[in-house]
Every structure is written in C-alpha cells, then in structure tokens.
C-alpha cells in the first residue's frame, strides 16, 4: 500500500512489489494473480483503515466541528515531507480518471465511504446546534470531500502551510 501510495501504480514495477513484500514472483502471482490485483487489494486496504480511523476520531472528538477541522489540518501533515504524497484516493482518482472501470468502481466506493463519516459528523452537529441546519448533511460531506481533495492538491504543489491555514479557517466560518 505505502509502495503504490508513494510511487503511484503505472510507476511501481514488479520488482519493487516483489522488495516491498519479500516474496518471489511466483509467491507473489499465487497470492494476488497480478500486479493489478495486488494494487486493488493495496487501494481496498487504504480506504478501510483511514475511514475506520476517521470513525474513531469523530468519535473521539470533543465535537463534530473539532473533528472536521481536525481532518482539514490533518492535510497539513504533508506539508513537513520533502515530497508530499497526498491522498491516495485522490492520486488513484487522477491516475487512473475513467479509464479502468474495476479501479473507478473502488475510487467512487473509498469516496462514498469517507463521505459517510463526513455526513455523520455534520448531522451530529447539526444535532447538537453546534453549526445550523441550512445544508443537508449529505451536501456538506460533499462539500468536505471536495475542499480536502483541494487542499491536498495544493499541498503537493507547494503552497505554504501558513496560506493553507488561512484557507482552513475561511471554510470553517463558512460551516458556521
């Protein structure tokens, strides 16, 4: 997963599959069937353990709107790397557009997944009239989904930490 992550599918070739992983090509081809294969399964793995990570901190969270803008700077991470690798989801997304529909099917499945926990969390907000019910919760996960695909867009280009946070507390104002 860190390999595909990092390097990207196209780039990641047989043999750094076969270092990362310790195994011999036939190993490798009796385990996952194909280079391809291993790359779903790598992707599947990705958008399970980040979205099981995000429940726990929305959970975790002392409230919803402290755990959306916990995720927002969580984007800032990458800015300390000497070269960011982003999302995955999003990489993946812009790696592979339309063209694979088996890779397109998992990108809109790790989509819908992180925008369920964004969904939560502002209907929990909402609930608890932490931020006013104007915008169905669906149409801000949406939103969220959008802006964090944004950000580390712009974190993989470069732009400074400073002027990311400056865009992190406009859209906060905004979910007020």
């Known amino acids: 997963m860190q390999l595909f992550w990092s390097k990207g599918y196209e780039a990641t070739s047989l ?3 076969l270092d990362a992983t310790g195994l011999s090509k036939s190993s ?3 385990s996952f069937g194909n280079k391809q294969q291993v790359f779903e399964a790598a992707f599947t793995r990705y958008f399970d353990v980040r979205t099981m990570r995000m429940k726990e901190r929305l959970e975790q969270a002392a409230s919803p709107l402290t755990f959306i803008r916990e995720c927002l700077v969580s984007v800032l991470d990458d800015t300390e790397c000497e070269t960011p690798r982003g999302c995955m989801l ?3 997304a812009n790696e ?3 063209g694979h529909p088996a890779v397109q099917s998992l990108v809109q499945r790790g989509t ?3 925008r369920q926990v964004f969904e939560e969390a502002f209907a929990q907000a909402q609930a608890s009239v932490e931020m006013p019910p104007t915008q169905p919760p669906a149409h801000l996960a949406l939103y969220m989904h959008c802006v964090m695909s944004g950000l580390r867009t712009q974190v993989k280009s ?3 930490r400073s002027d990311l946070l400056k865009v992190i507390e406009l ?4 979910l007020r």
């Open 28 to 30: 490798l081809y009796e």
């Open 158 to 160: 470069g732009l400074v």
């Open 112 to 114: 819908q997944r992180f």
């Open 15 to 17: 043999q750094d599959l």
């Open 171 to 174: 859209i906060m104002a905004s």
């Open 96 to 98: 592979f557009s339309t």
């Open 90 to 92: 999003v990489n993946v």
